[in-house]
């Protein structure tokens, strides 16, 4: 079993930056995807962003220029650096990471971190 744990959220002005970060921990083989998603009121959950271990990145287009994800493999560790904030950020963020532990396949999501943009 993985778990997440998230932390980071809370609540900033418009154009404000906050930084998201997630910690995987558990019996870890390997991780292969870690990301981040959000979920606004009465929205289905997006991707915001993710990154592989050979840290390659994706971004929605509506985060692209804004936010940047990173990682620390090592650490099993993944951030989310979001600059420029606006109010439409405004969801519950969660973590997922992808990956094997010494048993089988993981999919796993952390427990969500509000963000709230707003002045």
């Known amino acids: 079993q993985v778990q997440l744990v998230e932390s980071g959220g809370g609540l900033v002005q418009p154009g404000g930056s906050l930084r998201l970060s997630c910690s995987a921990s558990?019996?870890?083989?390997?991780?292969?995807?870690m990301g981040w998603y959000r979920q606004a009121p009465g929205k289905e959950r997006e991707l915001a962003a993710v990154i592989n271990s050979g840290g390659s990145t994706v971004y929605a287009d509506s985060v692209k220029g804004r936010f940047t994800i990173s990682r620390n493999n090592a650490a099993n560790t993944v951030y989310l650096r979001m600059n420029s904030l606006k109010p439409e950020d405004t969801a519950v963020y969660y973590c997922?990471?992808?990956?094997?532990?010494?048993?089988?396949?993981?999919?796993?999501w952390g427990q969500g971190t509000q963000v709230t943009v707003s002045s």
């Open positions: 558990g019996s870890i083989y390997s991780i292969d995807t």
């Open positions: 997922n990471a992808k990956g094997s532990t010494y048993y089988s396949p993981f999919d796993s």
